[in-house]
């Protein structure tokens, strides 16, 4: 079964739908989970570029992923968090790699193929660009931004 779990959050509300499923996943299998956020805004594409400084939202979202991965932690599973920064599909597929993931588990807003051409697909991109086992879970809703607890 899988021993290394790659999770891309979004720091939206469709985050709880895939974390929910992998938190099932990893007990099942005694997996580790890597928990990865890819910033993709302005600041975070010219960041080593520019030699910038980490955005305030850049630092939002590393305590978002930090606080998932203590509270997976906290419930027995092996969890770390890792922020990227570029763009999504290519930062995903480069971190499974790396990190030696044998899985990248990931929700979906089921967008159809209008909202994909205008919205793009990271889902999409991300199983086209790995040979990694790819689990895609479509989320229900809108995917609002997650609130702090």
């Not at 597929?93 to 990190?99: L, M, N």
């Not at 909202?115 to 999409?124: K, L, P």
Request: glycine share 8%; aromatic share 4%.
């Amino acid at each position: 079964m899988y021993q290394r779990i790659l999770v891309p959050l979004e720091h939206t509300s469709t985050d709880d739908c895939i974390l929910e499923h992998v938190r099932r996943l990893a007990r099942h299998s005694g997996a580790s989970i890597v928990i990865i956020h890819v910033a993709d805004g302005w600041a975070a594409r010219n960041l080593a570029a520019l030699n910038l400084r980490e955005s305030e939202e850049m630092r939002d979202d590393r305590e978002y992923i930090e606080r998932v991965a203590h509270d997976l932690n906290a419930d027995g599973i092996r969890a770390e968090a890792v922020l990227a920064n570029g763009e999504p599909a290519r930062e995903i597929t480069s971190a499974a790699v790396r990190e030696g993931c044998d899985l990248i588990a990931m929700a979906t807003h089921g967008h159809k193929f209008i909202g994909d051409v205008i919205h793009g697909s990271v889902a999409s991109a991300v199983r086209h660009d790995t040979f990694i086992p790819v689990l895609l879970l479509r989320a229900p809703g809108g995917g609002k931004r997650a609130s702090p607890p």
